[in-house]
């Protein structure tokens, strides 16, 4: 049996963990610089709150409602989900994190210890609940697709409260049929319009398609979906999340930038995030794509992207600054207010099995890369960094409506005043 335990609107549940005054209050997080709604809590929800939307076209809407704001608060989110994982790790014998607030759980030896999946989801629940204060949902199926279906139940269809458990051939059809087929896991919403125009509308009527003909239809991964939703387990724990096969790095800034020598700065500082990507999945990148543009709601809109490709595939951060250097004067323009920058990955290959020319020199200095990741492992992400990348606050994230770092800084941390 497989377990899938999510946490419910992760990011505004977590702004209430600390705050008790806003429990109960309609809640909305933003993505970076505050710019459109990432994550509605529950009871903002029930305000019909467009999700993705830009805050800026309905902030007199949130104001109407007393609907409470949050920037995104990263380093809170990530020492909560950290304890979170830690306590659901305790209920299975095997334990995989698949993303900050959704953990795969599999049970050999625990199934023959448990009567009731349901009772025991509930028990996840209130461990999870009583030492983090996080909501979650806990669905059970006999695969990794069934799971995550059930888990779509718990939180999403109606009589569940929580907990969703397939077991049988009952309950598998009563959850299939109830779901979009561009809910289930693996099928999104380009797949979807063409399964629709097939007829197929649900989970249900997709896991009756023959696995064969969707695979000469569409694709292996459709083929095992269909699999999994009649509970033939094909996804290993490695095939459930696997390396990406791009890696971006891009943030819009939270000041307009005109200078070449902050554009140049800010591409690095994007250079030296995907270097480190790349050297944890252990890839490496032939091609990176470096582009900037000014915002398309002004005048004289501006963008330009220039493909650059290295004689050896690298991950060195290094070699990466390098490339920005070099065609740096041909992303810039003069009289122009930058809005957004980045840099992509986008021809990866492993470093397990790189093919090497023997007529080119790599530059890479993988000894370096090495200490370089373990310091910051170590002593926090940005304690060492090469001289280029000279971090300013002029890109750093606008977050007008940051909570505080109540788990990871001294002076945030919370206190309780006890009265007789």
């Not at 939307?53 to 902030?59: G, H, L, N, R, T």
């Not at 989801?121 to 999870?128: E, H, K, L, N």
């Not at 250097?325 to 397990?352: H, M, P, Q, W």
């Amino acid at each position: 049996m497989f377990a899938l335990v999510d946490a419910v609107a992760f990011y505004a549940s977590a702004e209430k963990v600390f705050d008790p005054s806003i429990r109960f209050k309609p809640v909305v997080v933003l993505t970076n610089n505050d710019g459109c709604i990432c994550a509605i809590c529950p009871i903002a929800r029930k305000l019909n709150i467009p999700k993705f939307q830009p805050y800026f076209k309905i902030k007199h809407y949130l104001e109407q409602h007393n609907v409470v704001v949050r920037s995104s608060n990263y380093e809170l989110y990530a020492d909560l989900s950290e304890r979170m994982m830690t306590v659901i790790n305790r209920f299975c014998d095997d334990h995989y994190v698949y993303s900050i607030d959704e953990s795969f759980l599999r049970f050999t030896g625990f199934s023959r210890l448990i009567n009731d999946w349901a009772d025991y989801g509930q028990t996840i629940r209130r461990a999870v609940w009583r030492e983090t204060g996080l909501p979650v949902g806990v669905g059970f199926g006999p695969t990794p697709t069934l799971a995550k279906a059930a888990n779509h139940a718990a939180k999403k269809l109606p009589g569940y409260n929580g907990i969703a458990v397939i077991n049988n051939e009952d309950t598998r059809k009563k959850i299939l049929s109830k779901m979009d087929v561009t809910d289930v896991w693996g099928i999104g919403s380009r797949l979807g319009k063409k399964l629709k125009l097939m007829g197929i509308t649900t989970a249900y009527e997709l896991a009756c398609q023959n696995p064969k003909a969707m695979r000469k239809m569409f694709s292996v991964v459709v083929e095992r979906t269909v699999s999994e939703l009649n509970g033939v387990a094909c996804l290993s724990w490695d095939e459930v999340k696997q390396n990406k096969k791009e890696i971006y790095s891009t943030r819009s800034f939270g000041e307009r930038v005109s200078d070449i020598t902050t554009l140049k700065s800010a591409l690095i500082t994007h250079a030296a995030t995907v270097g480190r990507k790349l050297r944890k999945q252990q890839a490496l990148t032939k091609r990176i794509v470096i582009f900037a543009a000014s915002s398309p709601h002004e005048d004289l809109y501006y963008k330009k992207s220039l493909l650059y490709e290295f004689p050896t595939p690298t991950s060195d951060t290094s070699v990466l600054a390098n490339a920005v250097s070099d065609v740096i004067n041909d992303i810039f323009k003069a009289n122009t207010r930058f809005y957004r920058c980045g840099i992509g990955a986008i021809e990866l290959e492993s470093e397990l099995y790189q093919q090497a020319d023997m007529f080119s020199v790599n530059a890479d200095n993988p000894k370096m890369m090495k200490c370089l990741d373990a310091i910051n492992k170590r002593y926090g992400a940005g304690t060492l960094s090469i001289g280029s990348e000279r971090l300013s606050q002029i890109w750093n994230m606008k977050r007008a409506f940051l909570s505080p770092h109540y788990t990871t800084r001294w002076s945030d941390i919370p206190i309780i005043k006890c009265s007789d």
